[in-house]
Structures are given as C-alpha cells and as structure tokens.
C-alpha cells in the first residue's frame, strides 16, 4: 500500500464497490490507497502461523477470525453503510459478535487486529490505522515486525485510547488481553525465518 492513487477530495463504500481494477484498496478516512504489491513470503508466513494459533484456540468458542483479504467497514459517526469512509484489511480480525458478519467482511470494529509491516505499509500501519483503530474502539491492536522479530500490542484502556504498547521479542510469550487463556509463543512464531526474504 503506497501513497494514495484515487485523486479525489473523500471517498466512501459506495465508491470502493465500483473499483474494477485487478487492485486491493483500502480506504483510511476517506482517502484510497492501493495495496501493491501483494505481501511478501515472509508476511504471508508470520501472519498464517499467527491465524493458526487463533484459529485453532476459537474452534469450539463464539469468536471468528479471518485473514486479508477480508474487508472491514467501519463506521465512526453511526454512518449508513454506503457512506463509510473507513474500509480495511487487516492482516488478521478477530470478531466476537457474529451480528457484524456479513456477505462482504465486517461491519463494525473487531475486538482484535493484526498488522504485519512491510516495507510498504509501515507508515500507515504505525499511524494512519493505530489512530483509526483506536478512535474505532479496537480492543486489542498488534502490530508485528518480521525483521526484527517483535511484537507491538496495544490495549484498550478504560479511557477509550491505547495503553503504551507492551513490547515483546522472539523469545517471549504473549497472552492475548480478550482471551482468558490464550498465549502465542513468539518463538513459534519467528522460527527459522532469517532465510525467507521480507
């Protein structure tokens, strides 16, 4: 996802369902941007093996996870859907109220995200998402950095922003803050990646 390549002054859903192309979007606060190239081999890893362990601890639980690409609608001022100007697609969302599911992705904030960044989308990844999802009210934000092995994650305070972020390394594990009893071993995670180009 590079600099934003639909000029025009805001855009919306309504005009996301008419792009064509053979390129993903996304549209953050009304301005598009294009997600080219696709990610690189060693995102696709580091976020497959992270779904994995989501997806294997929600099989008999209420909450849903899905991988990009997945949209995410996701309105700030009690908008009609046609008229969002927030339309996503994070690396991983983790939904616990099925009633935001439908046909196209998700309407409504997940409780969890995960970005993986890559040379591309750091920038938005780090500032454009971090504050369009905590204004959204995200529960839980990771952001997860495959060359220097670590792990961001931003919590939800009770003021309705981001804690500082709690740092971890390939050698930690991290418990998930909306799970009671799920932990992700980084080390799992980070393993013998040094040889995949990012």
């Not at 008419?18 to 081999?41: L, Q, V």
């Not at 071993?185 to 990646?193: R, V, Y």
Request: with cysteine; charged share 30%.
């Amino acid at each position: 996802m590079g600099e934003a390549a639909k000029k025009q002054e805001k855009f919306k859903y309504k005009d996301y369902l008419t792009w064509k192309d053979d390129f993903r979007w996304e549209i953050i606060n009304g301005i598009a941007y294009c997600m080219a190239p696709s990610p690189s081999s060693l995102h696709q890893l580091i976020s497959g093996r992270i779904f994995g362990y989501i997806f294997n601890y929600l099989i008999d639980k209420e909450c849903l996870v899905f991988a990009a690409p997945f949209d995410v609608r996701i309105p700030l001022n009690n908008e009609r859907d046609e008229d969002i100007e927030n339309v996503v697609q994070p690396d991983i969302s983790v939904i616990c109220d099925k009633s935001k599911i439908d046909k196209r992705g998700c309407l409504g904030v997940p409780d969890m995200i995960v970005e993986i960044l890559s040379p591309v989308t750091k920038k938005i990844d780090l500032q454009d998402k971090y504050f369009l999802y905590e204004k959204a009210g995200v529960k839980e934000y990771w952001i997860v950095d495959p060359i220097n092995k670590t792990v961001f994650a931003h919590i939800l305070g009770e003021d309705k922003s981001f804690k500082k972020a709690s740092y971890y390394t390939s050698t930690d594990k991290i418990r998930v803050s909306i799970f009671e009893d799920l932990v992700i071993d980084l080390e799992k995670i980070f393993a013998g990646i040094e040889d995949i180009e990012y």
